[in-house]
């Protein structure tokens, strides 16, 4: 599947952004789909996924009660809808997806990847 991640931009502390990752293909929900981060200097990080039929959800403690993914499936788009954004959020946003089952943190084992989106949380 084909990724296009989009709707980055710079916030001040304690604002929202909403990520979107537009997806190619027909089986689009049969796909886990998940959010990742790279700052700079620093590796590629797990941020959230989310199941195919969207009733899963998981989240990496830093992000925990601030950012919300979901998915809508009939238009091939998940979403990262981030909160109260700290500096420390600052990064690369990469939407991937995977097939198969069972919430994964592992940036390894997702096998497609859009191309990135900057977000930039000033203080």
């Known amino acids: 599947v084909q990724l296009q991640a989009s709707g980055g931009g710079l916030v001040p502390a304690g604002g929202s952004l909403r990520l979107s990752c537009a997806a190619s293909?027909?089986?689009?929900?049969?796909?886990?789909m998940g959010w990742f981060r790279q700052a700079p200097g620093k590796e590629r990080e797990f941020v959230a996924t989310?199941?195919?039929?969207?009733?899963?959800?998981a989240y990496a403690d830093s992000v925990k009660g601030r950012f919300t993914i979901s998915r809508d499936n009939g238009k091939n788009t998940v979403h990262l809808l981030m909160n109260s954004l700290k500096p420390d959020d600052t990064a690369v946003y990469y939407c991937?997806?995977?097939?198969?089952?069972?919430?994964?943190?592992?940036?390894?084992?997702?096998?497609?990847w859009g191309q990135g989106t900057q977000v930039t949380v000033s203080s």
């Open positions: 293909g027909r089986t689009f929900s049969s796909y886990y």
């Open positions: 989310i199941s195919g039929s969207g009733t899963i959800t």
């Open positions: 991937a997806a995977r097939k198969g089952y069972g919430v994964v943190r592992d940036r390894d084992l997702y096998d497609d």
